[in-house]
């Protein structure tokens, strides 16, 4: 492949995780670059979420290595990842649902004023701003979040990540609770986030989604990263063969594949 | 359209989850001010009532504690035991010769570094709050008996004992002590960082994890308040009684969470209600006191009280509709 490659802003090696006797991942290697959508797709329990989360420092590898801004880490952890520019919003969203939406924007970065106060008027204004940008409708941004739909709870995580001013946006299933309208709208401005220069990989199940905004289409099957596509140079029916491991049968029975 | 039939619902739900306990509460006290006033001429003179205030005093200054430490998701139940050890700790410091400002200092560091073994274990080993206060509350009280050998300590300067029944104005020191922390901890819970912080551990600990922010700290630092509170709470028993006793504080932390629970704040975390929590104890600072007033025997009073309790936890149980068994069908 004779193509430029931009330097990556996140880099993965070897990353192995097992819980127990379960082997989540088994040796993965990831490059994610600025500019770019990656998507990272597989099957249930392929370790995407578990990829993740070593990246937004939720989890720590047993094995492997994570290179960015010039520095080797062993892992991470939520402040170092988020103060190196690392956003996620995780498939369990990970909201405070007896708070309200202001509240749950800012979670961990709550402005203050006279250095001991919440300012709650600039964090609920700021909060109305964001939403409205994101075009994403809630009744008022002091209702705790308990009380509104998943469509809009999906938002208001999307809302939280990128209200941390990262330079790299993680999407873990990010339209799953959402409408058609809605979840339209949340991919384009996740294709605009990557046009406007982030780093952003975003794991969904819906390959319609996938080809439509991605850049990049990495496949994770059982705890490996199996295949890296251009987006433009694959096709769908080619990446399900890929999820489902029907286009590797002959290589795994080479190997004498181990299974978990 | 729409949206505004969503928005009404909204608001109505959350004025029956947030305000309904508190406005019970205020209408079971009202009603209990009125019966007790038409039974007994005495009960709503101000002698009595300053007498309820001083009472409640006490129960306030731990009940403020356990607001933060309910509020966070967790319980503390060596709060009486904390307090009397922070007492016997204060009195053996005089004992020896400590002035008794310094006396009182080193209680209350006695009180912070009980809560801050409370929030380490719980947080950094992941133990059940349940068993390591339970844990902590055997090992105060244990130590509070040893350094006593089992005989209370009497008879303190008048620079300590005026914290127990000291005169400001119509007031006494306990009252305003408790008054103060009442703002105080209004203030913290719902205005500053760790007020959110709090309330978020409560809420979804592993939200405000991946967020940032550590957990440990913030939780360290809710059970060192508590244990700084029961410590103040050590420091009004004695000096009201001029001894301080290794018993003191004996069920104390059952009074405490039960006040706590009546205010409205979720033993589940993440709602809590400084306003609820006094009302509370005021309250059932009122209640033992009109049981007094109309000599119904004291162990009826226990029965009472917990009757009370158990209605108001129900009641709001109901309102909410959540965990019930046969509304959920
Ligand atoms: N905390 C955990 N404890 C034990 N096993 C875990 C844990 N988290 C993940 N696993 C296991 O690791 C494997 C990978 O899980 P992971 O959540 O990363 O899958 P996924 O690709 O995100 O799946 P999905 O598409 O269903 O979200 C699964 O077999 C899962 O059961
Ligand atoms: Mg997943």
């Known amino acids: 492949m004779l193509q430029v490659e931009k330097d990556p802003f996140i880099r993965l090696r070897n990353i192995k995780k097992t819980f127990g006797h379960v ?41 492997g290595e994570i290179s960015l801004n010039g520095k080797t880490y062993r892992h991470l952890t939520p402040p170092v990842a988020i103060e190196l520019g690392i956003s996620t919003v995780y498939q369990d969203l990970a909201l405070v649902d007896c708070r309200d939406v202001a509240s749950n924007i800012f979670l961990g970065r709550e402005p203050l004023k006279a250095r001991f106060f919440v300012d709650k008027k600039r964090m609920n204004r700021e909060s109305e701003e964001l939403l409205r940008k994101l075009k994403v409708s809630i009744p008022s941004v002091t209702t705790p979040v308990e009380f509104l739909s998943g469509g ?109 | 359209m729409q949206k505004y039939v969503q928005t009404d619902l909204t608001k109505i739900k959350l004025l029956t989850s947030h305000i309904f306990p508190q406005l019970l509460l205020i209408l079971v006290m009202l009603i209990m001010v009125i019966l007790l006033s038409v ?30 430490v309910i509020s966070s998701g967790g319980i503390d139940l060596s709060v009486g035991a904390v307090a009397a050890l922070s007492g016997v700790c204060m009195a053996a410091a005089m004992q020896g010769g400590l002035e008794a400002g310094l006396s009182i200092l080193g209680g209350l560091i006695v009180g912070g570094l009980m809560g801050a073994a409370n929030g380490s274990i719980i947080s950094f080993l992941k133990i059940n709050p349940f068993i390591v206060t339970l844990g902590v509350m055997s090992l105060s009280r244990g130590l509070a008996l040893i350094i006593t050998g ?103 932390e059952m009074d405490s969470i039960a006040a706590v629970v009546l205010g409205g704040t979720s033993m589940k975390g993440g709602k809590g209600s400084v306003a609820g929590t006094v009302t509370a104890c ?37 309102r909410s509709g959540k965990n019930l068994a046969f509304i959920n069908k």
């Open chain 2, 282 to 318: 005021l309250l059932l600072g009122m209640l033992r006191n009109g049981l007094v007033i109309l000599s119904i025997p004291s162990y009826y009073q226990q029965l009472v009280i917990g009757i009370i309790i158990l209605a108001a936890v129900i009641i709001a149980e109901v």
């Open chain 1, 23 to 63: 082997v989540a991942l088994d040796g993965v290697d990831l490059d994610v670059c600025p500019g770019e959508v990656t998507a990272l797709v597989g099957d249930n329990g392929a370790g995407k979420s578990t990829l993740i989360k070593i990246i937004s420092g939720v989890l720590y590898p047993d094995e």
């Open chain 2, 150 to 252: 089992g005989i209370p300590i009497y008879g303190f300067p008048r620079d300590f004992t005026w914290w127990g029944n000291g005169h400001i104005g119509p007031f006494n020191p306990p009252m305003l002590l408790a008054a103060f922390l009442t703002v105080l901890a209004a203030v913290v819970l719902n205005m500053s960082r760790f007020g959110y912080y709090t309330l978020a551990l409560g809420g979804n600990e592993e939200a405000l994890r991946r967020s940032g922010v550590s957990i440990h700290l913030y939780k360290i630092i809710v059970y060192i308040l508590s244990g700084v509170a029961a410590a103040l709470g050590g420091l009004v028993v004695t000096a009201r009684l001029n001894t301080a006793e290794p018993l003191a504080g004996w069920m104390l």
């Open chain 1, 152 to 260: 809009q709870r999906q938002g208001i995580a999307v809302a939280r990540s990128i209200n941390q001013q990262g330079k790299m946006i993680i999407f873990d299933e990010p339209t799953a609770a959402m409408g058609v309208g809605e979840s339209a709208r949340v991919l384009k401005l996740i294709r605009s986030l990557g046009d406007e220069g982030f780093a952003v990989l975003i794991i969904s199940h819906n390959l319609h989604h996938v080809f439509s905004i991605s850049d990049r289409i990495c496949v994770l099957r059982n705890g490996r990263l199996v295949k890296d596509f251009r987006t433009e140079n694959t096709n769908p029916d080619q990446v399900v063969g890929f999820i489902t491991g029907s286009n590797q049968r002959t290589e795994e029975f080479r190997k004498g594949s181990t299974k978990a």
């Open chain 2, 39 to 68: 039974t007994s001429p005495f009960f709503l003179t101000w002698d009595n009532l300053r007498n309820i205030f001083d009472h409640s005093s006490l129960y306030i200054i731990l009940a403020l504690g356990m607001t933060f």
